[in-house]
């Protein structure tokens, strides 16, 4: 896959419910403490998975959002554009954590760009945290 899903998001109104909701469903451990109470959940284990964010949403609204890892933002926001979407955040750094974009697909649905890189790492506070990882893409021959 040229492209990896490397992270996710469910947001809400209520965050800590749906916190506590996913992690007694799946028996996932969340990790909510921080600043911004935005729950952690880390792939750990032998099944695998990707790692993702469980938190409120700012707009109090309900979302679940994928991120797509890409090399360039810019250019995947004009091709998506191209296609039919709608851009609702251009290329946003974050200093010493990410840099991302999102757009709404020709349906509506909400999809974040993750500039490519060989981790995803955040700060907050003065904590670093390793939300995902994965192997650098490998040039096809």
């Given amino acids: 896959m040229p492209n990896p899903v490397t992270w996710w998001e469910i947001t809400g109104k209520d965050g800590k ?7 007694q469903l799946f028996d996932w451990q969340v990790d909510a403490n921080n600043p911004m109470n935005y729950g952690m959940v880390n792939p750990e284990g032998k099944d695998g998975g990707i790692g993702g964010g469980i ?12 991120y ?3 090399d360039d933002l ?23 954590m990410v840099t991302f974009a999102m757009f709404n697909d020709p349906e509506g ?7 490519g ?3 995803l790492q955040f700060r907050i506070g003065r904590e670093r945290i390793l939300y995902a990882s994965w192997p650098k ?3 096809r021959q």
């Fill in 74 to 96: 810019g250019a995947y926001l004009k091709k998506a554009e191209n296609l039919g979407a709608k851009t609702v955040m251009p290329p946003t750094e974050i200093p010493n």
């Fill in 109 to 115: 649905n909400m999809i974040g760009l993750v500039k």
């Fill in 137 to 139: 893409p490998s040039k």
């Fill in 117 to 119: 890189q060989s981790y």
């Fill in 17 to 23: 419910k749906l916190q506590d909701f996913y992690s």
């Fill in 55 to 66: 938190s409120p949403d700012q707009n109090g609204m309900n979302r679940v959002t994928i």
């Fill in 68 to 70: 797509v890892q890409v």
